[in-house]
Nanobody
């Protein structure tokens, strides 16, 4: 399994970022995909998941602001993040797991840093 996250950066509060996760080494179209994030000194936090039927799930703190999507032709999952707040600052990681099984994943990529600051 290989996962390459990208798209992070520095934005002001209220701004937007679009994260991408390019995946390989498994059957992407059959896999649920999950975004997680980590703040320094804290553990990974589940953010959002998209299943192979395109059903989507979000943690309460990002509902209405973040949108997860996937492109099976490109083996890529996206996270569109709008109306960003400083509390969204974190390193974001993706995983080929569902919202129930992501904690068991162990082959994390390098992540992509998203920083929300004025």
């Amino acid at each position: 399994v290989q996962l390459v996250e990208s798209g992070g950066g520095l934005v002001q509060p209220g701004g937007s970022l679009r994260l991408s996760c390019a995946a390989s080494g498994f059957t992407f179209s059959a896999s649920a995909m999950t975004w997680t994030r980590q703040v320094p000194g804290k553990g990974l936090e589940w953010v959002s998941s998209i299943y192979n039927d395109s059903s989507t799930y979000y943690t309460d703190t990002v509902k209405g602001r973040f949108t997860i999507s996937r492109d099976n032709a490109k083996n890529t999952v996206y996270l569109q993040m709008n109306s960003l707040i400083p509390e969204d600052t974190a390193v974001y990681y993706c995983a080929p797991r569902s919202k129930r099984t992501w904690t068991k994943f162990g082959s994390w990529g390098q992540g992509t840093q998203g920083t929300v600051s004025s």
